[in-house]
């Protein structure tokens, strides 16, 4: 059975439009780049259903979305239901709160702070009103409630707004509960804000955003890809111990010293593990994949930035994934599907024996320089599985096998080699000239 593919978390943002423009713009260009599918009914990219009303096809999408933005400020907006006096709005976020309760759809609701703050005054207004002139008789409650309510032109209808807040913090609810009359009411929390700012650190905590969305699943896919790999490098007995397919070329290789030209003495059993060996370390070359790897380097998830000097740097676990790819490279262009066949037809029928035995090195350098490269991307991909799980590694200490099978070369491969920084002082020298 096939798997879905991977769904992105969907964000309904629901608010009056024409007050809200700007800040909706900015929060769909934010909330996109992070990775979420954004739907707001005046971009073109809303799915529209044609044969549906534009109110249908709003309500529609707030039911098949993870996460409902709501931003009240002081304007009303349509009104949906004139005989209950229910606005758009309003209506959405109702549809959402069903499915809040239900678990399907988490709210975020954020309220304009002045708008907030005239609330409050209001609401101790209508106090006063009440405690002060309508208990001595001199205004009555609808006098009262008039002078509480009243319009201006920053808060347009003010008994609704105040009472849509009032349903979204679900006070009714709340004061039932306290009284012991009802359940305390879930989703009611409100944050006020002034900046985008304040709606952006707001939902940073509230999405849990650390990092952006496609990095997540950059890292993740990359996680998974280190796992996939280090269980194509192992191999299982029958009481289902767990080895490296390195392993039986590790006697070889940690005992002999091998130099063109110069044959060697090895025990039997030795070159028997390496022929046994070669078929082993063969067969990750059709299993080992990288595209995960690729992605986190090309996209320089890894990558740091120093504000001092406004540089992008190159950090540690981003050098180890760099070195992860190469070793891949280089353990790929290994020819190995020979390997068997040459050293069974010439040492296998030797290699039974008992004691020891003649070898030519020339013979082993190919299975050798695999198994080196195949022991170095086995240690990295731990040591980068380990740091993306938030344990420290200390990549620096990680021990790395030689660059070539035999004996002293290795110095010279570092000495020939020219390293990036040498390439740069030269430039800069042919420029000086």
Same mark, same amino acid.
């Given at each position: 059975?096939?798997?879905?593919?991977?769904?992105?978390?969907?964000?309904?943002?629901? /608010?009056?439009?024409?007050?809200?423009?700007?800040?909706?713009?900015?929060?769909?260009?934010?909330?996109?780049?992070?990775?979420?599918?954004? $739907?707001?009914?005046?971009?073109?990219?809303?799915?529209?259903?044609?044969?549906?009303?534009?109110?249908?096809?709003?309500?529609?999408?707030?039911?098949?979305?993870?996460?409902?933005?709501?931003?009240?400020?002081?304007?009303?907006?349509?009104?949906?239901?004139?005989?209950?006096?229910?606005?758009? +709005?309003?209506?959405?976020?109702?549809?959402?709160?069903?499915?809040?309760?239900?678990?399907?759809?988490?709210?975020?609701?954020?309220?304009?702070?002045?708008?907030?703050?005239?609330?409050?005054?209001?609401?101790?207004?209508?106090?006063?009103?009440?405690?002060?002139?309508?208990? $001595?008789?001199?205004?009555? /409650?609808?006098? *009262? *409630?008039?002078?509480?309510?009243?319009?201006?032109?920053?808060?347009?209808?003010?008994?609704?707004?105040?009472? &849509?807040?009032?349903?979204?913090?679900?006070?009714?609810?709340?004061?039932?509960?306290?009284?012991?009359?009802?359940?305390?009411?879930?989703?009611?929390? #409100?944050?006020?804000?002034?900046?985008?700012?304040?709606?952006?650190?707001?939902?940073?905590?509230?999405?849990?955003?650390?990092?952006?969305?496609?990095?997540?699943?950059?890292?993740?896919?990359?996680?998974?890809?280190?796992?996939?790999?280090?269980?194509?490098?192992?191999?299982? $007995?029958?009481?289902?111990?767990? /080895?490296?397919?390195?392993? %039986?070329?590790?006697? &070889?290789?940690?005992?002999?010293?091998?130099?063109?030209?110069?044959?060697?003495?090895?025990?039997?059993?030795? #070159?028997?593990? =390496?022929?046994?060996? /070669? *078929?082993?370390?063969?067969?990750?070359?059709?299993?080992?994949?990288?595209?995960?790897?690729?992605?986190?380097?090309?996209?320089?998830?890894? =990558?740091? %930035?120093?504000?001092?000097?406004? +540089?992008?740097?190159? +950090?540690?676990?981003?050098?180890?994934?760099?070195?992860?790819?190469?070793?891949?490279?280089?353990?790929?262009?290994?020819?190995?599907?020979?390997?068997?066949?040459?050293?069974?037809?010439?040492?296998?029928?030797?290699?039974?024996?008992?004691?020891? =035995?003649?070898?030519?090195?020339?013979?082993?350098?190919?299975?050798?320089?695999?198994? $080196?490269?195949?022991?170095?991307?086995?240690?990295?991909?731990?040591?980068? %599985?380990?740091?993306?799980?938030?344990?420290?590694?200390?990549?620096?200490?990680?021990?790395?096998?030689?660059?070539?099978?035999?004996?002293?070369?290795?110095?010279?491969?570092?000495?020939?080699?020219?390293?990036?920084?040498?390439?740069?002082? +030269?430039? =800069?020298?042919?420029?000086?000239?």
């Amino acid at each position: 059975m096939s798997k879905l593919p991977l769904q992105k978390p969907t964000i309904f943002i629901s /608010s009056t439009i024409h007050d809200f423009r700007d800040l909706r713009s900015s929060l769909k260009y934010y909330l996109e780049e992070l990775g979420y599918v954004v $739907n707001m009914s005046e971009f073109n990219d809303f799915q529209r259903e044609p044969d549906k009303n534009s109110y249908t096809a709003c309500l529609n999408t707030v039911k098949s979305s993870d996460y409902f933005i709501l931003l009240i400020g002081s304007r009303t907006g349509g009104i949906y239901n004139k005989t209950e006096g229910t606005t758009i +709005t309003q209506e959405e976020y109702r549809v959402a709160y069903e499915r809040a309760i239900e678990g399907k759809t988490r709210i975020l609701g954020f309220v304009r702070s002045e708008v907030w703050t005239v609330r409050e005054d209001r609401n101790a207004l209508a106090t006063l009103l009440q405690s002060e002139y309508v208990t $001595n008789g001199e205004l009555n /409650s609808d006098s *009262a *409630a008039k002078l509480a309510n009243y319009a201006s032109k920053f808060v347009t209808d003010a008994n609704r707004i105040f009472a &849509f807040i009032n349903e979204v913090c679900r006070i009714d609810e709340m004061k039932s509960a306290v009284e012991g009359k009802g359940p305390l009411p879930p989703a009611n929390w #409100v944050h006020c804000f002034e900046t985008f700012r304040d709606i952006v650190d707001a939902l940073r905590v509230q999405l849990n955003v650390t990092g952006d969305l496609k990095a997540k699943i950059l890292v993740d896919n990359l996680k998974a890809e280190l796992l996939n790999n280090l269980a194509a490098l192992a191999t299982k $007995n029958k009481s289902g111990s767990i /080895s490296q397919v390195t392993d %039986f070329t590790s006697p &070889f290789r940690k005992h002999y010293k091998l130099n063109i030209g110069e044959i060697v003495t090895v025990e039997c059993k030795h #070159v028997l593990w =390496m022929i046994v060996g /070669s *078929a082993m370390i063969s067969r990750p070359q059709k299993m080992l994949r990288w595209r995960a790897l690729d992605l986190c380097i090309d996209n320089g998830v890894f =990558m740091g %930035f120093d504000t001092s000097s406004g +540089t992008v740097q190159r +950090t540690d676990m981003h050098e180890a994934l760099v070195r992860l790819r190469v070793n891949i490279d280089q353990y790929m262009d290994c020819e190995l599907s020979g390997e068997l066949l040459k050293l069974s037809k010439k040492y296998l029928v030797s290699a039974k024996s008992k004691g020891t =035995m003649d070898v030519d090195p020339i013979d082993l350098v190919s299975v050798i320089n695999a198994a $080196n490269r195949l022991d170095d991307i086995i240690t990295l991909s731990e040591s980068n %599985f380990l740091c993306l799980e938030g344990i420290v590694v200390n990549f620096n200490k990680l021990p790395r096998q030689p660059l070539s099978p035999l004996d002293g070369q290795d110095e010279l491969l570092i000495s020939e080699n020219v390293s990036p920084d040498e390439i740069l002082l +030269t430039i =800069m020298e042919k420029h000086r000239h």
